[in-house]
């Protein structure tokens, strides 16, 4: 079966520097995606990958290893609007994106 | 009105009772998401319309039941639901061509089955 596995939830200091990590098992792949859900809103888009290495977008860097089946989404500098839950997301074989469970991230002052 | 709507934003309904969800895309996308929200669960991915027709279901309850009248609207109707269905219901978009599959999700109804 496919699988999407990340840690239920995490807990930063503002101003910190916290990695969310990301496995993944799935029918072929065509990409990463992750995405920022905050409580009661709509998912929005943060990074997409498809080859391996890193991908820095300001604050935020998104890595991926697909030897190793593997992504992390970095966070900088964080910031109490940072509080929110991250999902991972991979693109199978039939383009149809398998979505991890997300990890609820806590920044705390 | 920009991006991916829905209507409503909260529902609480009855098991006897039949209601239908909107969504509306203003992107210009050839492809529809309606997806499930359970607390601590991946999302559910329900049905998909490309082109205005489904082409994929993931084996959900006939108690829903999609319609897609044209690539800006999609509708999901519920019927006779149970209580295992409340949930926030996700509606999303996107254009499916070259390499961006990248959807964008609409603010979701949240709701609840008494």
């Known amino acids: 079966g496919q699988n999407i596995d990340q840690p239920t939830e995490m807990t930063a200091t503002e101003g910190a520097i916290v990695q969310i990590n990301c496995t993944y098992q799935?029918?072929?792949?065509?990409?990463l995606f992750w995405y920022q859900q905050h409580a009661g809103e709509a998912p929005t888009f943060l990074s997409y990958?498809?080859l391996d290495g890193l991908e820095e977008k300001g604050r935020f860097s998104s890595f991926l290893s697909r030897s190793k089946g593997y992504s992390y989404l970095l966070l900088k500098e964080l910031q109490m609007k940072d509080s929110a839950s991250y999902l991972c997301?991979?693109?199978?074989?039939?383009?149809?994106?398998?979505w991890g469970a997300g990890t609820k991230l806590i920044i705390k002052p | 009105e920009t991006g991916v709507t829905q209507t409503p934003r909260h529902l609480v309904m009855g098991m006897t009772n039949k209601k239908s969800l909107k969504c509306e895309q203003h992107?210009?996308?050839?492809?529809m998401y309606w997806y499930k929200q359970s607390a601590k669960k991946p999302l559910e991915l329900m049905f998909v319309?490309?082109?205005?027709?489904?082409?994929e279901n993931n084996s959900v309850p006939s108690r829903f039941s999609p319609e897609c009248p044209n690539s800006s609207h999609l509708f999901l109707h519920l019927h006779t639901l149970q209580p295992e269905d409340s949930a926030l219901y996700l509606c999303?978009?996107?254009?499916?061509?070259?390499?961006?599959?990248?959807?964008?999700f609409g603010p979701g109804t949240r709701l609840t089955v008494t």
């Open positions: 999303a978009s996107s254009q499916e061509e070259g390499a961006s599959y990248e959807q964008y």
């Open positions: 992107l210009g996308h050839n492809a």
């Open positions: 319309y490309s082109l205005e027709e489904r082409v």
């Open positions: 799935t029918s072929g792949f065509n990409g």
């Open positions: 990958n498809v």
């Open positions: 997301a991979v693109l199978d074989s039939n383009y149809q994106l398998i």
